[in-house]
């Protein structure tokens, strides 16, 4: 069975910097590609960042880029994001995902963890 | 403002069908970009229901069917059930973005 833990949530002043952690059990972490999608309070899922399973291709929100970085070490089965320069706006409930499919046209998400959740806020 | 268009809320009777739209453009539905459909619970992570425009994941019922054309995509629900009443989202690649987009979501409820 699939299953993704993700962890690291927490309430952060604006500027502040963050890093989530998302380990994976249940398939070869190393052959699929990871995304990162966030879920604002009363909105619909937003794509953040994704991750090929070697890493070699990354894809970014322009929301994030320059501030948001993501990294795998498939030693550990585990996924990171590491946000920095942190805005109220990237309050949400963030959940590490697994890609499935040819990219990036066909690209779904299908598996998701449970989610952690960011706080920006003075 | 999402890039895929949804409609906010959807509701039927148990039994009833009803389908929910997501509607895009040329760069993401309208260039070939597969669409897939999520339902979530409130307070739950979204689950996959729909790939690559109609495909159903093992374990979802095959009262759920999906459809594409042109620019827009639709999620059917046919027998609709009290446990059906959840929120729907649709996602797709856009090209201009580079990226991956979802819909704004359709809150469905069951009368």
């Known amino acids: 069975e699939v299953q993704l833990l993700e962890s690291g949530g927490d309430l952060v002043q604006p500027g502040g910097s963050l890093r989530l952690s998302c380990v994976a059990s249940?398939?070869?972490?190393?052959?699929?590609?990871m995304s990162w999608v966030r879920q604002a309070p009363g909105r619909g899922p937003e794509w953040v960042l994704s991750?090929?399973?070697?890493?070699?291709?990354?894809w970014y929100a322009d929301s994030v880029r320059g501030r948001f970085t993501i990294s795998r070490d498939n030693f550990k089965n585990t996924l990171y994001l590491q946000m920095h320069s942190l805005r109220a706006e990237d309050t949400a409930t963030y959940f590490c995902?697994?890609?499935?499919?040819?990219?990036?046209?066909?690209?779904?998400?299908?598996?998701w963890g449970k989610g952690t959740t960011v706080t920006v806020s003075s | 403002q999402s890039v895929l268009t949804q409609p906010p809320s959807g509701s039927g009777a148990p039994g009833q069908r009803v389908t929910i739209s997501c509607t895009g453009s040329?760069?993401?539905?309208?260039?070939?970009?597969?669409v897939h459909w999520y339902y979530q619970l409130p307070g739950k992570a979204p689950k996959l229901l729909i790939f690559?425009?109609?495909i159903r994941p093992s374990g979802v019922p095959d009262r759920f069917s999906g459809s594409k054309s042109g620019t827009s995509a639709s999620l059917a629900i046919t027998g609709l059930q009290a446990d059906d009443e959840a929120d729907y989202y649709c996602?797709?690649?856009?090209?201009?973005?580079?990226?991956?987009?979802f819909g704004g979501g359709t809150k469905l409820t069951v009368l």
């Open positions: 040329n760069s993401n539905i309208g260039a070939g970009s597969d």
């Open positions: 995902a697994k890609m499935r499919g040819h990219p990036p046209s066909s690209y779904h998400m299908d598996a």
């Open positions: 996602q797709s690649y856009d090209s201009s973005l580079s990226g991956w987009v």
């Open positions: 249940g398939f070869t972490f190393s052959d699929v590609a």
């Open positions: 690559r425009n109609n």
């Open positions: 991750l090929s399973g070697n890493s070699v291709d990354t």
